[in-house]
C-alpha cells in the first residue's frame, strides 16, 4: 500500500479558494497559498505547474462539481419541466452542500483564470467545459418547447439557471449556504417559469 499524500492537490486548492473567496483572486499568490496550504513551494509547482494552472484547476474543479449535478439531473426521470426543476434545484443544493465552490463560481469567471494558463490539456478543458451544460440546457429547451431555438434556450436558462442563481447570490456573497427553507418556494418558481 502506497504513502498518503503529505499535500493533497486538494488541500491545496482549498487553501487557494480560501484566499480567492477572502481577498479576491490577486490575494492568491504561491507564496501565500504555501503558507495556507503548508505544501513547499517545490511541491506546487511540480503539481501544477504555474500559479494561473493551479488557479484554473481550483476553478474548474468547482465548475465541474456543480455541472456533474446538473447534468445528472437533466438525465433523469419526468417530464420536462420536472426534469428542469430538478436541474435548477441541483443548484441550490450544490450551494448547501459546497457553499464555498458555489461562491468561488459566482466570484469568478473562466475569463478571469484562462488567461495565462501554460498547460494545453488544462486550456482545451477550460475552453469546453461549458459544451456539455450546453447541450443540455439545449436539448431540455427542445423538450419544453419543440425546438432549440435562441428564444427557447433563453426562456430555458431564464428559468433552470438565473433564476436559482438569483435566489443564492445574495447568501453565497456573504460566504453562507442558502437556507434550506428556500429549496420548495424556488422549485415552485422554478415550476411557474417552465409552465409560462
Known amino acids: ?28 499568490t504561491v507564496d501565500r497559498i504555501v503558507v495556507a496550504s503548508g505544501a513547499p513551494k517545490g511541491s506546487i509547482y511540480h503539481r501544477f505547474g504555474t500559479l494561473d494552472d493551479l488557479l484554473a484547476t481550483m476553478w474548474l474543479r468547482a465548475v465541474r462539481a456543480s455541472q456533474d449535478r446538473f447534468l445528472a439531473a437533466l438525465e433523469g426521470p419526468g417530464d420536462a419541466v420536472d426534469v428542469g426543476v430538478a436541474a435548477a434545484l441541483t443548484l441550490h443544493d450544490f450551494a448547501r452542500e459546497q457553499p464555498d465552490d458555489a461562491a468561488l463560481l459566482l466570484t469568478l469567471r473562466r475569463q478571469d483564470v484562462e488567461r495565462g494558463v501554460r498547460d494545453e490539456d488544462l486550456a482545451r478543458r477550460l475552453t469546453t467545459v461549458n ?24 426562456r430555458t436558462v431564464l428559468a433552470v439557471v438565473d433564476l436559482p442563481l438569483g435566489a443564492l447570490w445574495r447568501h453565497l456573497l456573504a460566504r453562507r449556504p442558502p437556507p434550506p427553507e428556500l429549496r420548495d418556494p424556488l422549485g415552485r418558481a422554478v415550476r411557474a417559469a417552465l409552465q409560462d
Request: zero cysteines.
Open 1 to 28: 500500500m502506497g504513502r498518503a499524500e503529505r499535500h493533497p492537490a486538494g488541500s491545496i486548492l482549498d487553501a487557494a479558494r480560501e484566499l480567492v473567496l477572502a481577498d479576491g483572486v490577486r490575494a492568491a
Open 131 to 154: 459544451a456539455p451544460l450546453e447541450r443540455g440546457v439545449a436539448d431540455l429547451a427542445t423538450r419544453l418547447h419543440g425546438r432549440a431555438s435562441p428564444a427557447a434556450v433563453e
